[in-house]
């Protein structure tokens, strides 16, 4: 993480700076990356090639990984859920949306490995819906609790791409995307997953919408050190190319969220103290209200995997 004490209430001006990465951008190559913006001590820069923004610097897979245990789900960590398991019929209801979606792309229902699968959700209703499901986790903790429900969890997406190259008829990563070190070889790894002609259907935020331009380092989805990446529609489209996917659509979506998700996102660390007293009182609504999030700044991306890709390298 940054090391050096910045002043948060500061914007600075953009300003040159880097290589950051070893080999340049990770989705255009550009040697270059200028200043977004400073949430505390954390520092956001943006790629002046292709607008993919990202934590300077980068935090390791390891610092991310345990971030991302249990305490995540529980409240106990910034821009984490406030309580994961209680916003159940919610989950339930969006996964329900989700395979929907799948079948969409993907008929008959055959093979899908869910990515990021937290307690499970997306792979029971991928079950009821006839697909034969798996996901990746990982958190050991919740591995195990879906494992208890008689799915298979691997705790690493290389490890699967690795073991089960080809294999699969769609891959699924909800929210995930933002969180990972490396997203080109996470994407490539998940392609590795699908058969040719597979699909690949990924939801995440885009910093190119309307309500993110808007509000800037305010956006709601800006949560340091959890939200490593603000992604954009052109480096997911060199990235997934790269990875020997062709983007077939990139849509608005929408989800239910619980009022006390809208507040984990609004009273988190380094959050105006205006947001903050909203979110306190969101925390009070009864749980099992849910309000449609629909603010145009989440994207669903699915893309197709290139017949004949060579897994060469
Ligand atoms: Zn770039």
């Not at 929907?100 to 959700?121: F, S």
């Not at 798996?134 to 050991?140: A, F, K, L």
Request: aromatic share 8%; hydrophobic share 45%.
């Amino acid at each position: 993480m940054a090391t050096q004490q910045r002043d948060a209430t500061t914007t600075p001006e953009p300003s040159h700076r880097g290589p950051l990465q070893p080999d340049g951008c990770v989705a255009c190559g550009c040697r270059l990356a200028l200043t977004l913006f400073d949430i505390g001590d954390f520092h956001y820069v943006r790629c002046p090639g292709c607008g993919l923004a990202h934590l300077d610097p980068v935090p390791s897979a390891a610092e991310l990984e345990s971030f991302f245990d249990e305490g995540y789900f529980t409240g106990r960590r910034a821009g984490g859920y406030d309580d994961y398991a209680r916003d159940a019929p919610l989950h339930r209801r969006n996964a329900k949306a989700r395979v929907r979606d799948v079948m969409r792309a993907v008929a008959p229902p055959g093979r899908l490995l869910d990515v990021g699968c937290a307690l499970g959700y997306m792979l029971e209703a991928a079950g009821r819906a006839g697909f034969e499901a798996e996901g990746v986790e990982v958190s050991p903790v919740l591995a195990q609790r879906v494992r208890a429900g008689g799915f298979r969890i691997t705790e690493a997406l290389a490890l699967v791409a690795e073991e089960q190259p080809e294999s699969f008829d769609v891959v699924t990563m909800y929210q995930v995307l933002a969180h990972v070190a490396e997203p080109d070889r996470f994407l490539a790894d998940a392609v590795r997953c699908l058969h040719p002609g597979g699909v690949l259907l990924i939801e995440t935020w885009n910093r190119e919408s309307l309500v993110a331009r808007a509000l800037g380092r305010h956006w709601q989805i800006v949560a340091p050190p959890s939200v490593v990446w603000l992604d954009a529609r052109r480096p997911l489209e060199l990235m997934l190319t790269r990875a020997g996917a062709s983007v077939v659509s990139f849509d608005v979506a929408t989800k239910w969220v619980s009022f006390g998700f809208v507040a984990s996102l609004l009273d988190a660390p380094q959050r105006a103290e205006s947001l903050v007293r909203i979110g306190r009182l969101l925390r009070r609504v009864p749980p099992t209200l849910g309000v449609p999030y629909a603010l145009g700044d989440l994207v669903t991306v699915v893309a197709r995997r290139s017949d004949g890709l060579s897994l060469a390298g």
